[in-house]
């Protein structure tokens, strides 16, 4: 019988496995120059260190408050004869935590790509595409908006226009609450170091460790070569980034909607068309298999009204909520497309906002469709969905576990087990 780990919720939140992997490979080193190389470039790129020629010698400052937002001060302010540095309170703690994730993220991708192609003739079939493009995600998600928390130059700008259209809102909204941009890049590449960690959770025996499955999951991942890998795992992350965004989401319309007097109408679409969707998205990538058998869970007795609520509000996304109901607030994919093409607000048209365009098109595919559709299915058919999606994870199958999800029902169609849920402290079968 092959030896597991244990799933610890704790360290996966905490990058256990990544900064273990970093200690074992004495590569600290990596983390702090990837993350100063990052933090250099945001002061730079987002206008917080401005070199020129300026006379009356140095000062250095602390500006305690002003016009600019509270969450700016205190900032810290140096003009010098060579130029300004000027450090904005959360700008710059947002710029410094995502340096360190950035160091983090950069080092492991290295040491991924070195190890997997060093080990190419042994690894499981795919694995070293994979692993190098996983490796790579934190690093990518944080260049897009690079800059971007202090948001006054014209690269800073392009990724501001990116969040905004993610976001559903303008990109002078964001500037004007530029607090939104640091929190959404801290989440971001947070999510996208979760996802590296899960990658070496599930390909650590390649790494000279035991995996959470056991060294049975190198044949299981050897028999699902081909497209249902490919499938699930790209839906995975797709579902990861798509539910980060749409939660995220939330926050860019308190910008301009205060929700300490929003509505009724407001607050549905916050909770059930956002948080629960998103929510069942991100768990659905992360741990599909102790998703999925907690949806089985809560079909029982008064637990329904959980997965109801869940499919009202991705029902509520990819289909027609009738009048007055967007005035107030809440609107689905329908209702604006009705809006978009011209059609009466008696009709419950609603304009679908400052986003245009391509960015519209992807918005509506990725955040209406994607995962009001995803959220409908995985309440509706729970055991097929989650099955399928789990295919993506290289665990063999117990049959222990199988019973304690199906209950008195065939085994037949089982999820199998995904070695971050709930599950994985199962031993593998003999």
């Keep these: 019988m092959a030896a597991v780990r244990q799933f610890d919720p704790v360290g996966l939140l905490t990058l256990r496995e990544i900064r273990s992997f970093i200690r074992r490979s004495s590569a600290q080193g990596g983390v702090v120059f990837f993350g100063l190389l990052y933090v250099l470039g945001s002061l730079f790129l987002g206008g ?133 941009l640091g929190v959404f890049q ?13 990658l070496l959770v599930v390909y650590a025996g390649l790494f000279g460790r035991p995996s959470a499955a056991g060294e049975g999951g190198r044949a299981a991942t050897a028999r699902r070569r081909g497209g249902q890998f490919l499938a699930t795992g790209i839906l995975r992350v797709l579902l990861l980034g798509a539910g980060v965004v749409w939660a995220l989401a939330v926050l860019a319309e308190w910008t301009t909607v205060n929700p300490a007097s929003a509505g009724a109408g407001y607050w549905f679409q916050w909770v059930f068309q956002h948080w629960l969707v998103s929510g069942l998205a991100i768990a659905a990538a992360l741990l599909p298999t102790a998703t999925g058998s907690a949806l089985l869970r809560v079909r029982s007795g008064v637990g329904w009204i959980v997965p109801t609520l869940i499919a009202l509000g991705g029902l509520s996304l990819i289909l ?47 955040e209406y469709v994607l995962l009001g559709g995803f959220t409908t299915a995985a309440v509706l058919v729970p055991r097929r969905l989650f099955s399928w999606l789990a295919g993506s994870t290289p665990t063999p199958v117990d049959p222990t576990t199988v019973a304690a999800l199906t209950g008195p029902r065939s085994n037949a169609g089982a999820l199998p087990v995904d070695p971050l849920g709930s599950n994985a402290s199962h031993p593998e079968t003999p």
């Design 48 to 180: 917080m260190v401005v070199f020129g020629d300026i006379r009356g010698g140095s000062t250095l400052s602390i500006v305690w408050g002003g016009t600019a937002g509270s969450w700016n001060y205190p900032g810290l302010l140096l003009v010098a004869p060579w130029g300004v540095v000027s450090l904005p309170f959360f700008a710059t703690l947002a710029m410094v935590v995502v340096g360190v994730g950035v160091g983090y993220g950069m080092t492991v991708a290295v040491l991924l790509a070195v190890r997997l192609v060093k080990n190419r003739a042994t690894n499981p079939a795919g694995s070293t595409a994979t692993g190098a493009f996983a490796g790579l995600t934190p690093a990518l998600i944080s260049l897009v908006t690079l800059g971007a928390c202090c948001s006054t130059t014209a690269a800073a700008t392009a990724g501001v226009g990116l969040v905004a259209q993610a976001s559903g809102t303008s990109a002078s909204n964001l500037l004007l609450n530029n607090w939104y």
């Design 186 to 198: 801290i989440v971001m590449v947070w999510v996208a170091l979760l996802a590296q960690e899960m």
């Design 320 to 366: 027609w909520v009738p009048p007055p109901l967007p005035s107030w607030g809440v609107d689905g994919l329908l209702n604006q497309l009705l809006g978009a093409a011209g059609v009466a607000p008696a009709w419950g048209a609603i304009a679908p906002g400052p986003v245009g365009g391509v960015a519209l098109y992807l918005r509506w595919a990725f």
